[in-house]
């Protein structure tokens, strides 16, 4: 496989492997399919927010514990996160991050999909509040994209640049699973303000743009509309 940019960085995690493997197989059922990709999204978003904020001091410096012993307390930086799920199967990859996030942070949502004959990214739904890029606040400046699948590339692509136009000064990519041209054209994009963390590259797409071997399509498989 070629050498992917600085900006990529493909999982090792044992377990983690082991579930990509578990997810591929046809035999998972939606069940399966839908835990297999949290417990997937938990692993690989512990390893990535671990390296992109930093421990600070919290809002309330001292507090005490039941026994009455006071300590200092920590929360994180920075604090102006957002998460922004592809929909729709990006919806399956929220609840990890926001679970190892130490607060609650807004969730914005992109709608996405591509143009069966050309695989264009075509936007059909997004709300981004205005005032991020209007009011001159500082807004939710690093924006955490959760999409299972990067295939051609080209839906991430556009996230990110819908994002940076937004205000966004830093994205974080989490993906499950992508293709080589895919994630190299993701990484492109804007690669100085731009991190990806995924579990898995697969080196080849089919004709239509699926993930050779890949997983199927995660948003049938996660929502039951196999053959719609």
Sequence with gaps: MAELPSNVHISQHPSLLAKLSQLRSKSASPRDVKSLIHEISLILSCEAISSTIKPASGPKLQDQTPLGFEYTTVTS??????????????????EAVQTILPTSVPIHHLGMYREPSTLDPVEYYNNLPRENSTSGSDGSKFAIIVD?????????????????????????????????????????????????????VDKELTTGGMLKPGLGDVGDRLFLTLGK
């Design 148 to 200: 299972p699948v990067i295939a051609t590339g080209g839906t991430c692509a556009a996230a990110i640049q819908t994002l940076r136009e937004w205000g966004a000064k830093r994205v974080l990519v989490l993906s499950v699973l992508g293709a080589q041209e895919g994630v190299q054209r993701a990484a492109a994009e804007w690669p100085e303000g731009t991190e990806i963390w995924i579990a898995g």
């Design 77 to 94: 930086e920075p604090s102006n996160i957002c998460i922004i799920p592809i929909l729709r199967s990006g919806l399956g990859m929220v």
